[in-house]
Structures are given as C-alpha cells and as structure tokens.
C-alpha cells in the first residue's frame, strides 16, 4: 500500500493503527469532519486548533488531540504545521479515552510516533514493528492529561457568540454587547452561558486569550507580545494567569518547549 495524504484512505487499513504524514500551510482549515478510526493528532512544529461541537481545543508542540470515532470536527493550523496523525482501529484497545482532549507528549512516545510514520503503512504484526504500535497504545492511556480546551456551548446563538472571539480573543466588548449579539438579555445570556459551558463567560473568555496566547508563544512569539496581542492588560496579569493553569511561568514553559523541540531536531 502506497502512503497518501487523504485520511480516508488510513480508515480501513488492515492494522490496529495507520500513520498520515503531512504539512499544512498557515491558515490551513480542514472544514467539519469525521473518522471511522479514532484519531491521535500530533503536529512536530506549529499549533494545530481543533474545534468540535462541545468544546474548542488546541494543541502547540509537544502536545497532542485525541479525538474518538465519529466526533465531528475542524481543523485550523496556524502558521506552517509538520502533522503526524495516528488513526487507531476501534477494536485495538478497548481502554483508551472515550472522549476528546489534550495531552503532553512524553520524549518516549514522540520517539514512538516518529518512529512509527517510517515503518511501512501495512508493519508486521509480529515482532519490533508489532511492539512498537503496541507500546504506542500504553504511552496514550498513560499520558498527562492538559486543560488545554474550552467547552462550546450547543445554542446557536451562543456558538456564533463563542466562534467570533476564538478568531479573535483580543476584543475588548463588553458583556452587553455580546448578549445583544446573541439576541438576549444581559441575565439571559449570562445564565444560559454558565448553563450550557459550565462557567461564566468571563472565564470562558479568559481561558481562550489563554490558550492563543499559548499558540502563539508556541511559534516564536515573545511572552510580552502574546499576552498584548490576545487582549490582556499586561505581562504580569498574563502570567498570573498562566502559573494557574499550568504551574509554571510562561518563560519556565517557553524554555522546556525549546529544549523539547531541540530534542526532536
């Protein structure tokens, strides 16, 4: 079998997991869509944003999205993405996360997945190249989850809501603003937003200056400069934000990623 870079020809490939290798341009979108297979997505270098019905989710390097079988989603990259995607068999393991979310690579399991993308499509079923698939599967069930996401809500008014900031998190409207854009009032929108996300908007909205403040740091940005560009009011507030979420500061973060990336090279 000859690799090629359409996902659905890895969907029915005769081995528990197959490996798309690919790069996407900045801007990249891959519009709404599903797998047979579940899928493990892993960018060597570049942020890929991912965004299903019930939550947003976003992963720089060194981390990656799993993603089960039939979740409908999109993709958006920014800047230049060098993509492994892992499309693993509903039946090659029976405990392996049911729902999406982010987690950090191990140096193990990115040697694995690099590793992997260099056997041939249909690998042996016995021995290292067996093994090493297998071992794949027990580094994912192991791995560091990371609240790198925000939910979405289902109301289609606060959805388009939601959308319009996470293209741009750095606006500055107020609340009432955007209550009016969903065509509510102010208590309506507040109560039917903490309802359907489980927080307050003013946190949704935090959490996702968070998370593009992250991709951008993630691609070269300075600290100063992405806290700025995503809307907050200073550094200080950014990296208050960010030692809460994470346990470390950003330029702690911006240090273990490049000795990480180094490590890739």
């Not at 056997?119 to 599967?137: D, N, V």
């Not at 192991?142 to 609240?147: H, M, N, S, Y």
């Amino acid at each position: 079998m000859q690799r090629s870079k359409r996902s659905i020809d890895y969907q029915y490939v005769p081995r528990p997991i197959a490996v798309l290798t690919d790069d996407y341009p900045s801007g990249f979108h891959d519009p709404k869509h599903s797998h047979v297979r579940a899928q493990l997505v892993y960018a060597i270098s570049g942020v890929t944003i991912l965004t299903t019905d019930d939550a947003s989710y976003v992963a720089p390097p060194q981390r990656a999205i799993w993603i089960p079988p039939g979740v409908a989603h999109e993709v958006r990259c920014r800047d230049r993405v060098q993509i492994r995607t892992l499309y693993v068999s509903p039946d090659a393991a029976p405990d392996l996360p049911k729902a999406c979310q982010v987690f950090e690579v191990s140096n193990l399991l990115r040697e694995l997945i690099l590793t992997a993308a260099d056997l041939p499509i249909e690998y042996a079923l016995e021995g290292r190249e067996a093994r090493i698939m297998a071992l794949i599967l027990d580094e994912i069930r192991v791995a560091r989850r990371i609240p790198l996401y925000v939910p979405m809500p289902i109301n289609k008014r606060l959805a388009r809501v939601c959308s319009t900031i996470l293209a741009d998190p750095a606006q500055h409207d107020a609340l009432d603003v955007w209550a009016d854009a969903a065509a509510m009032g102010r208590r309506t929108f507040t109560r039917a937003f903490r309802r359907e996300t489980g927080m307050s908007f003013a946190t949704w909205r935090q959490q996702v200056r968070l998370m593009d403040a992250l991709s951008r740091i993630a691609t070269g940005h300075s600290v100063t400069s992405a806290a700025l560009d995503v809307g907050y009011n200073s550094p200080s507030a950014f990296a208050a934000m960010f030692r809460r979420t994470f346990g470390v500061s950003p330029t702690h973060y911006v240090v273990a990623e490049s000795a990480a990336a180094a490590h890739v090279d």
